[in-house]
C-alpha cells in the first residue's frame, strides 16, 4: 500500500478548496440589486399650472422680517444671556449683557461729581444772597455821606464773584450730568435688545465669551439672530431667462425640498427688482451657478406646519398666459 504524497493526494485538495472559497466570495460579495422605494418624492408640477404653463425656481424660507442679526455696538465678555433659541421676544428684550464694571465705576465717579457740584451750588447760593443783602442795605442809606462809595462797589464786586462762583459750580454740575448720562449711554451700548418683537432663531455665545462688535475679521456670524416668523416668506429664484415668463402677482404652489406631496399655495408679496448672482442651489449635476436671479417673495399661510426657516424648498409660479402659448410644459430652472 502507498503511503499518502502532497504532490499527488495533497494539491488537488489544497486546489479545490481553493475553487469552493471564492465561488463563495463572489456568492456572498455580490452587491444588493432588489428595488426600494426612493424615501423622496422629487418636484412635480401641480396638476392645476399644466394646461396654462409654469415656471419652476428654487427657493429659501426665511421670516417676514428677514433675518435680524444683533451685534453688540462695542467689543465685550459677555456676562449674561437672558434667551435660547426658540423664544418669542418683544420689542425692547434684553437679550446679551456684556461685562460694563469699568463704565459703572465711571458713573459712581461721575455721581461724586454731581453731589459735589450740588453741595458747591448751594454754597455759592448762600454767598449771592448774603452779598446781595448787604448791598441793599448800603445801596438803601439815606445820607450818602454816611457810606463811601468804595464801600459800594466792594459790596457789588462781591455779588458779582459770589454769582460768577454759582455759576462756576452749576457748569460743574451740568457737566458731571453730561458725564452720568455719557455713563448711562456706554452700558446701554454694552447690551443687546430686540429691535423688535419676533423669535430667537439662534444664540451663538455663552457667558464668558468674547465678542466682536459686528461680524468679526475672521468671519465670524453675530451672536443673536432672530426674525418674524409668523408668516414666513419664502424666497423664490427664478432664472433671468425665464423673467419674462413669470407672472407677478399670482399665488405660487411650493413644497418642502423633498416632500413634494406636501404642496402649499403661498400668496405673492413683493418681487426685488434687483436681479443678483444664484445662492439658492439645488445640488443637481445639471444646475448652472453662472446665472442671475430674480428675487420673488411669497407667504405661506399662517399656522403651515413643516417648513422652518433656512430650509430649501422647490416653487412653481404660474407663467405668463402670452409667453405661454399653447405648451403644456413647464419651463425649469437650472
Known sequence: MRGF????????????????????????????????????SPPRVPAGQLSGGTVSGAGIVEPSSELVQLSPLVPGVVTKVTVVAGDRVEAGKL??????????AA??????????????????????????????????????????????????????GAEAEMALAQADRARADAAIAAARTEIARREVRAPRAGEILQVRTRPGQFVTAGPGLSGSEPPITMGETQPLHVRIDVDETEIGRVAPGADAVVSARGL????????????EPLVVPKRSLTNQSSERVDVRVLQLIYALPEGTAGFLVGQQVDAFLPARSSAAGGSNSGATVR
Open 5 to 40: 504524497r502532497f504532490g499527488r493526494h495533497g494539491l488537488p485538495a489544497l486546489a479545490l478548496f481553493g475553487l469552493l472559497f471564492a465561488a463563495w466570495v463572489v456568492v456572498t460579495g455580490r452587491p444588493d440589486r432588489s428595488m426600494t422605494e426612493a424615501p423622496l
Open 95 to 104: 437679550l446679551i449683557t456684556l461685562d460694563d464694571r469699568d463704565v459703572r
Open 107 to 160: 458713573m459712581a465717579e461721575a455721581g461724586a461729581m454731581r453731589l459735589h457740584a450740588d453741595r458747591a451750588v448751594d454754597a455759592a447760593r448762600v454767598t449771592v444772597v448774603n452779598a446781595r443783602r448787604q448791598l441793599d442795605l448800603l445801596l438803601n442809606v439815606s445820607d450818602p455821606a454816611a457810606v463811601a462809595e468804595q464801600q459800594r462797589l466792594d459790596r457789588r464786586q462781591q455779588l458779582e
Open 260 to 271: 413634494a406631496d406636501r404642496q402649499v399655495r403661498a400668496r405673492f408679496v413683493r418681487v
